[in-house]
């Protein structure tokens, strides 16, 4: 078989063997899954998981309203840190299921990060019921697996 032939015969069957372009997700595109960390998501929203290229993504949202929009792993990075008070209307640190969360208030928007699991949310409640909703599926998050990040005073 020449080479010409052979490479033509890969090709097709590389062709073949590709699904379509519709049933192939794409990045960004939306698909249904799990909420991350169990989270409970409150009556009303829906999650959607997005495709990333090396975190993990999606979004919370009411009606075809985005509330939350999430990125986890470890490039993901920390997006709240102690340095950020002076940038925040509101600052809070607290402990949840053995690792330290973040939330950070500023402009109508809550950024909230996990750090032993580098989790970022970013969130736009369109009011105080919708901001108490976040705040009680930002509450419900519990990752599989904590890893310490941070040495214990």
């Not at 698909?31 to 993504?57: F, W």
């Not at 402009?107 to 970013?122: G, K, W």
């Amino acid at each position: 078989m020449s080479c010409t032939r052979l490479s033509f015969s890969l090709a097709l069957l590389f062709l073949v063997l590709l699904p379509p372009a519709s049933a192939a997700q794409t990045a960004g595109e939306k698909a249904e899954g799990p909420p991350p960390g169990n989270m409970q998501i409150v009556p009303g929203y829906q999650h959607r998981r997005l495709q990333g290229i090396d975190t993990s993504v999606g979004e919370i949202l009411k009606g075809d309203r985005v509330v939350i929009r999430y990125d986890i792993g470890r490039l993901a990075g920390l997006h709240v840190t102690p340095e950020d008070k002076a940038r925040c209307k509101h600052y809070e640190e607290k402990r949840i299921s053995g690792q330290t969360a973040r939330y950070c208030f500023r402009d109508h928007e809550l950024t909230a990060t996990f750090v032993q699991t580098s989790a970022n949310f970013y969130a736009t409640p369109a009011d105080d019921a919708e901001l108490n909703d976040v705040l009680i599926m930002l509450d419900s998050y519990r990752p599989y697996r904590v890893i310490p990040k941070e040495p214990k005073p």
